[in-house]
T-cell receptor, first 108, second 112 residues
C-alpha cells in the first residue's frame, strides 16, 4: 500500500515564528487533505489540495503531485496553532491513508 | 449545512463489557461513513466504512463491528471489550470517497 510520511515528527516554535510541515507519499494520489487536531482531539479540515497552492489566512499549502509531496506553511504562529497536523491521501480512488502527523507546540 | 455528531464523548468500560458508539450526520443524504481509531500516539487507522445502508466494509480484523441501520447513522459495537480496544474513536463522512472528509468530535474509550 501507499506510504505517507510526515516531517518533522515534532516541532517547537516561539510565538510569531514561521514553519513548514512536509508530507511525502510513495505513489500517485487522487487527493490530499491537511488537518489540524486540536488538544481536545477534534480534527479540523485545513485544506483539500490534490495539486497547486491554496491560502487561508496565515496558513497555506502547496501540493506537487508529480513529485509526490505537499507542504503546509504556518506564518506568524500563535499558541492556538498547537496540536497535531495530519496529511491524508486518497489513492486508487478508494483508500484514504493518514500520515503519522507532526506535533506542533507554539510557546508564548 | 452538514453536521456530524458522535457520542458518548468519553467512556470507561471494564474488560469484557459491550460497547456501542453512535454517529449521526445531518444535512445530507447517502453519505459515505467511516470509523477511525487513534491509539496512543497519533496515527489514524481506518476500521470500517459504509457507502450505504447495511453496507459495511471492514479494513482490519478485530474485536469490533459496525452497522448502518439508517442512512445517516453509523454505529460501532463490540460484544466484549479488550484492553487493547482503548483509544480515541472518530466518526467521519464525505459525499464521495474522493471528496473532503469531515470528522466528528471523537469518543475517548478507556477499557479497564
Amino acid at each position: 500500500g501507499i506510504q505517507v510520511e510526515q516531517s518533522p515528527p515534532d516541532l517547537i516554535l516561539q510565538e510569531g515564528a514561521n514553519s513548514t510541515l512536509r508530507c511525502n507519499f510513495s505513489d500517485s494520489v487522487n487527493n490530499l487533505q491537511w488537518f489540524h487536531q486540536n488538544p481536545w482531539g477534534q480534527l479540523i479540515n485545513l485544506f483539500y489540495i490534490p495539486s497547486g497552492t491554496k491560502q487561508n489566512g496565515r496558513l497555506s499549502a502547496t501540493t506537487v503531485a508529480t513529485e509526490r509531496y505537499s507542504l503546509l506553511y504556518i506564518s506568524s504562529s500563535q499558541t492556538t496553532d498547537s496540536g497535531v497536523y495530519f496529511c491524508a491521501v486518497l489513492y486508487n480512488n478508494n483508500d484514504m491513508r493518514f500520515g503519522a502527523g507532526t506535533r506542533l507546540t507554539v510557546k508564548p | 449545512s452538514q453536521t456530524i455528531h458522535q457520542w458518548p464523548a468519553t467512556l470507561v468500560q471494564p474488560v469484557g463489557s459491550p460497547l456501542s458508539l453512535e454517529c449521526t450526520v445531518e444535512g445530507t443524504s447517502n453519505p459515505n461513513l467511516y470509523w477511525y481509531r487513534q491509539a496512543a500516539g497519533r496515527g489514524l487507522q481506518l476500521l470500517f466504512y459504509s457507502v450505504g445502508i447495511g453496507q459495511i466494509s471492514s479494513e482490519v480484523p478485530q474485536n469490533l463491528s459496525a452497522s448502518r441501520p439508517q442512512d445517516r447513522q453509523f454505529i460501532l459495537s463490540s460484544k466484549k471489550l479488550l484492553l487493547s480496544d482503548s483509544g480515541f474513536y472518530l466518526c467521519a463522512w464525505n459525499r464521495d470517497r474522493g471528496n473532503t472528509i469531515y470528522f466528528g468530535e471523537g469518543s475517548w474509550l478507556t477499557v479497564v
